[in-house]
């Protein structure tokens, strides 16, 4: 079984709805990372949290919000989607005291008509 | 604030030709240094790290050495496989304590027989 998980792989939603991506890990980890990739412009850090109790606004966290259910799951919220949100969207795991490699899960493709 | 800079792509090479992904990044002090690499239609995985200056990280034929002077951490492999297209991200985290990862662009290798 994979480590890091995503759900859905594939989303398509319309303008104004609510989504939720969700990510589990069982790595163990105790941070946690959401990004979206867009073509030319690579990764972009939305948020991320160290610990159940601390969530940080990444570089481009406008329009969405995050919630650390338990050290193993961190989803990521769209509450009114809007098309220049589509991207994939990436959760990633590390471990404060395993060092700085950041684990990927496989991707959220998300799509707002 | 700190950043990472990698040349544009596509890099197009025929397969066995030497390749190198320039990778330069500007940060405070000493950062540690990352290429991650994304097969088609996969999340991100490391494919290497180097953590202090002159210090030389290598996988699976690709090398990179950190080097403090020019802030650089240059991408190569003597010779690429067909299996090697894909897009590589060079990476740095800061040195504070409760930082992520900044990523680079992005650079998108496909590799002909």
């Known amino acids: 079984d994979a480590d890091v998980t995503q759900t859905p792989r594939n989303r398509i939603t319309k303008t104004g709805k609510r989504i939720m991506l969700e990510c589990s890990q069982t790595k163990g980890h105790d941070r946690m990372y959401w990004y979206r990739q867009d073509p030319g412009l690579g990764l972009r850090l939305i948020y991320y949290s160290f610990d159940v109790k601390d969530i940080n606004k990444g570089e481009i966290s406008d329009g969405y919000s995050v919630s650390r259910q338990a050290q193993a799951k961190f989803s990521l919220s769209l509450e009114s989607a809007i098309p220049n949100q589509t991207a994939l969207y990436f959760c990633a795991t590390n471990d404060q005291g395993g060092g700085d490699t950041q684990y990927f899960g496989p991707g959220t493709r998300l799509t707002v008509l | ?113």
């Open chain 2, 1 to 113: 604030g700190d950043s990472v800079t990698q040349m544009e792509g596509p890099v197009t090479l025929s397969e066995e030709a030497f390749l190198t992904i320039n990778c330069t990044y500007t940060a405070t002090g000493y950062p540690s240094l990352f290429w991650y690499v994304q097969y088609p239609g996969e999340g991100l995985q490391l494919l290497l790290k180097a953590t202090k200056a002159d210090d030389k990280g290598s996988n699976k034929g690709f090398e990179a050495t950190y080097r403090k002077e020019t802030t650089s951490f240059h991408l190569e492999k003597g010779s690429v496989q067909v299996s090697d297209s894909a897009v590589y991200f060079c990476a740095l985290r800061p040195p504070q304590a409760g930082t992520a990862l900044i990523f680079g662009k992005g650079t998108t290798l496909s590799v002909s027989s």
